[in-house]
């Protein structure tokens, strides 16, 4: 039986994310008024100013993301995307290589597994009531990864996974 599973997962934005917005509209500005001091003809700091504002709604954008979640056969693939234009593969792994998979408020979670040498954290927010953890052995490098599987995908995840996956 084949088995395909997808999710999108939007990410949440935090103060972090807020100063960076704010810091983009204030270069902007600053920008923009070099330009009008420094450049005389018309023509020029019209182009400029518009050329500011696009490169400033562009900058904004991609701080939305969003991650999706496919599920295809045993096969775990999570990408990155990017104001939904832009998608960037951002980890794949085989279920067999899952070492153990728990809700990250279980008490299967211990600290140590932040220490791996790759984190990878596809989530809405580390604060959800949703997050799992997956403590994945791939080519013999720790890997801890970190999402928001939905019903569907943890009962498709508990069939390849069995006794590895604690709900």
Known sequence: MDIFVERIVTKKKGLKEYLQAASIILAAILVAMVVTIYFFPEGIVIIAYVAIAYGAKYFIGNLNVEYEYSL??????????????????????????????????????????????????AVSSMDSPNVYFAVINSGGKKVTLYFEPDEKMLNSLKSLLGRKLII
């Open 72 to 121: 295809t056969n045993g096969d775990l693939d999570i990408d990155k995307i990017i104001n939904q234009k832009k998608r960037k593969p951002l980890y794949s792994t085989t279920c067999k290589d899952i070492e153990l998979m728990a809700k990250l408020s279980s008490s299967q979670y211990n600290k140590s597994f932040e220490d791996a040498p790759l984190l990878v954290k």
